[in-house]
């Protein structure tokens, strides 16, 4: 089954009992025994929940794993991979990575000793030089990669990056939010760990917050359901429900996500406003020739760097169609503002070495009229002019 069928069936598809199309809300938070010892299946919602486990079952199957999970939120899912790393263990992260991410990894986890080095994935000898100079101490558990990157739209090659990884003895990581498996399957590629931020796309309508893991390996997921339910921090009935609908339309969102954001990018190439885009559907995009050899399309997300003649404070207030807020991934067109919103953990003299500049926009590109959101990004630059 293709996947565009796969996202509306998922791997449970409905509910055998009374043949809803749906799978139901089971909105329990325990359930009845048998007997000592025997149960149908489920002991209490934190353990295991049906309408959680389909959700786990179908990010599975299209990410092409064996086992996923379902957390709270992406953080949550992102702190559960932290988790299986001890006090000397070390993480590759790249230099533009989601500042929540790097927050949990700076403020949180270093604390634990788990320590973390900063790489340019774009250089592969760079990652081969710090893997090869901490392999006889053992110390890299792991790399954690965004492809693209948030919010300077960096592309890793995840098939050769995994390859060094797994030389070196350490497991790669994937955030895969921006493309979700709809564009992008990072375990076939030869990643051992996908994560989502399910807030984003997977859900689109910016209703819930969720955050998925898919993984390979049975092993490895038992150890991260162990730290699921050892934690907590899994995502309830009801919100499952919703992240499984949201799924069903996945494919024909991003078709007209994508369509959009083309067009946007080739009109800001074209504005006298816009000194720099990032957007890897630009075919003089670093990172162009790579993401289309691993993926099937570019997203709907994409960052300009607004120029001298405009205020970009009242740029962003201008704008009446696009939406000034954090997240992404939503039917709506969301605009923000990196360096104080997303990326405020990110100390001040690094977001300026990567290029998180103050007069840096990333743009969420909806799936509303095209030409409205041209020509609202054209009145708000024509509003701003200084």
């Known amino acids: 089954m293709r996947i565009e069928s796969l996202l509306i069936h998922g791997a449970i598809d409905g509910d055998e009992t009374t043949g809803a199309v749906n799978v139901p809300i089971y909105q329990t938070s325990t359930y009845k025994q048998e ?138 990581v994937v955030d895969n939010t921006f493309m979700s498996p709809y564009l992008q399957r990072p375990l076939e590629l030869g990643a051992d760990i996908v994560v989502h931020s399910a807030t984003k796309y997977l859900g689109g309508h910016s209703n819930v917050v969720a955050g998925l893991i898919a993984v390979n390996d049975n092993e490895l997921w038992d150890k991260l359901h162990f730290i699921q339910n050892s934690t907590g921090g899994v995502l309830g009935p009801f919100d499952s429900f919703i992240l499984l609908q949201g799924i069903k339309t996945l494919g024909i969102r991003l078709d007209r996500h994508n369509q959009n954001a083309e067009k946007i990018a080739e009109f800001l190439a074209q504005s006298e406003y816009v000194s720099k885009i990032y957007y890897p559907g630009l075919k003089d995009s670093k990172g162009y020739e790579i993401h289309k050899k691993q993926a099937s399309g570019f997203g709907g997300v994409l960052s300009f760097v607004i120029n001298e003649k405009i205020d970009y404070k009242k740029f962003l207030s201008s704008l009446k169609l696009i939406t000034l807020g954090e997240s992404l991934g939503g039917v709506e067109s969301l605009i923000c503002h990196p360096a104080t919103m997303t990326h405020a953990a990110i100390p001040y003299k690094i977001r300026q070495e990567v290029g998180i500049v103050d007069n840096l926009v990333r743009l969420s590109v909806g799936i509303e009229n095209i030409e409205d959101l041209l020509e609202d990004l054209n009145n708000g630059f024509k509003e701003s002019i200084v």
Do not use: C, H
């Open 35 to 172: 007997e000592l010892g025997k149960n149908k299946g489920y002991e209490y919602s934190r353990t295991g929940n049906p309408t959680r486990e389909a959700l786990e079952k179908t990010i599975a199957l299209l990410e092409s794993g064996t086992g996923g999970l379902a957390f709270s939120s992406g953080m949550a899912a992102i702190t559960a991979i932290l988790s299986l790393f001890k006090s000397g263990d070390k993480i590759i992260i790249p230099s533009n990575l989601y500042g929540g991410t790097f927050r949990v990894i700076d403020k949180i986890f270093k604390n634990f000793n788990i320590q973390y080095e900063i790489v340019d994935f774009s250089r592969l000898s760079d990652v081969k030089r710090i893997l090869e100079s901490n392999k006889k101490f053992s110390k890299i558990k792991a790399v954690l990669i965004e492809t693209p990157t948030n919010p300077l739209m960096d592309i890793t090659d995840i098939e050769e990056v995994s390859k060094l990884a797994k030389k070196y003895g350490a497991l790669t």
